[in-house]
């Protein structure tokens, strides 16, 4: 199984992007998913998290900016990103929820780099 994140980029602070991760095989389908990001000389961390029926979570910073979604039937997770901040700066990856399952082989995630 792989994960494959894609749609980072450079931008500037209030503007959006939005992240795709493509799972391999049908693994996504059946678990809770989620986004991560890891800054520089921090741990990876939680951003956003969705089940299989669609419910989804955001940690504190996040809420009302994010919007994660998934397309089980692309096998495809997505996360728009808005009024994006500096402190959103990060590698951003996904797998799936570790508080639900163990966690996959993580991919190379996605840079986001949001400049002020």
């Known amino acids: 199984v792989q994960l494959q994140a894609s749609g980072g980029g450079l931008v500037q602070a209030g503007e959006s992007l939005r992240l795709r991760c493509v799972v391999s095989?049908?693994?996504?389908?059946?678990?809770?998913m989620a986004w991560y990001r890891q800054a520089p000389g921090t741990q990876r961390d939680m951003v956003a998290g969705?089940?299989?029926?669609?419910?989804?979570k955001y940690t504190d910073s996040v809420k009302g900016r994010f919007i994660i979604s998934r397309d089980d039937a692309k096998n495809t997770m997505y996360l728009q990103m808005n009024s994006l901040k500096p402190e959103d700066t990060a590698v951003y990856y996904c797998n799936t929820d570790l508080y639900t399952t163990t966690t996959l082989a993580w991919g190379q995630g996605t840079q986001v780099t949001v400049s002020s």
């Open positions: 969705i089940s299989v029926g669609g419910r989804t």
């Open positions: 095989g049908s693994i996504a389908s059946n678990n809770s």
